[in-house]
């Protein structure tokens, strides 16, 4: 039987993975920082993998087949996992975001080109799991295959970043877009599928050895036959006051806690706006009073189909 940890296994996708790996018979170990109440998996093991000492003992203790990787962008942290981990095959999940511009066209595995030189002392998520990759891709005796999943979406993303867009585009209210990427495309996947996949990278009876994969669906206007009224704003002015919620209406000031705001958010409304009101989404899936100004909303009805 095949044994597999998978790292981050109890957040939102690696929850997918891990019962689809069980699913198809593997044994299936999750592991974390936090310490969880046994039961939801085959078993759970915490400790912190930027701690070389702890991520050593974990891999001795667990001897995995197969690392299923949910929760890494530093490179560092992928070249400690190079050093430690003599299995059959570590799995990077990486992202869509590692591509370049590539001017409105849908991206493929081989669009993306590794980095030079080395990687800095610290970097955003972005940058991270670009170097992620472009350190693995020196690394040719490790077995590592990557996924690049797109977005992921799916009833248990207590973020609810993309319920905000897909509600909006459904209601036909005026979509605020970050400005400088707008344009650019934004795959979406179902995070079922998405732990399918992973599960299918897993698998030691397939040849996967220093492969990339990367699928979308397409996008959520087109699959929906739906129009989008795209009102493009600089990220740079996304708001940090307060916040409108749907089912009253009144203001939260974000005094407040952040940790108990979020919950209180998140119980109370989908990310948006009432259809009524035709307050733009942010890009954080969030809405404010400031953003329903004449000059953050669309002029003269135009529509894109994106």
């Known amino acids: 039987m095949t044994r597999a940890l998978v790292l981050g296994g109890a957040g939102f996708i690696g929850t997918a993975a891990c019962k689809e790996l069980m699913r198809r018979g593997v044994e299936t170990i999750a592991a974390g920082r936090k310490e969880r109440p046994y039961g939801t998996f085959t078993s759970y093991v915490a400790f912190d993998r930027d701690d070389e000492a702890q991520l050593n003992r974990a891999l001795e203790s667990v001897q995995p087949d197969v690392v299923l990787d949910l929760a890494c962008y530093e490179p560092t942290q992928v070249e400690a996992m190079i050093r430690l981990f003599h299995g059959v095959r570590y799995v990077f999940v990486s992202s869509g975001v590692i591509y370049p511009d590539i001017h409105g066209r849908p991206a493929n595995e081989d669009d993306f080109v590794p980095l030079d030189g080395e990687p800095p002392p610290e970097v955003d998520y972005m940058a991270g799991k670009r170097w992620c990759e472009t350190v693995l891709s020196r690394a040719r005796d490790s077995p590592w295959t990557v996924v690049r999943p ?7 993303d207590r973020s609810l970043r993309i319920a905000a867009y897909i509600q909006r585009v459904e209601d036909g209210g005026p979509l605020l877009v970050p400005q400088e990427t707008y344009e650019r495309q934004a795959g979406l996947a179902w995070v079922k599928d998405v732990g399918y996949a992973c599960a299918l ?61 979020r919950t209180r958010s998140r119980r109370r409304w989908p990310g948006i706006a009432s259809p009524t009101r035709r307050t733009p989404a942010t890009p954080t899936g969030r809405t404010s009073a400031h953003w329903s100004s004449p000059e953050f909303l669309p002029t003269g009805g135009e529509a894109r189909g994106d």
Do not use: I, M
Not at 150 to 156: Q, Y
């Open 150 to 156: 797109p977005a992921v979406f799916g009833a248990a």
């Open 201 to 261: 990278a897993c698998d030691p009876r397939k040849e996967t050895k220093h492969r990339a994969y990367w699928r979308s669906r397409r996008t959520f206007t087109r699959s929906r036959s739906n129009s989008c009224r795209t009102a493009p704003a600089p990220t740079a002015l996304t708001p940090n006051g307060p916040r409108v919620t749907q089912s009253t209406g009144c203001e939260r000031s974000s005094a407040s806690s952040p940790r108990r705001s």
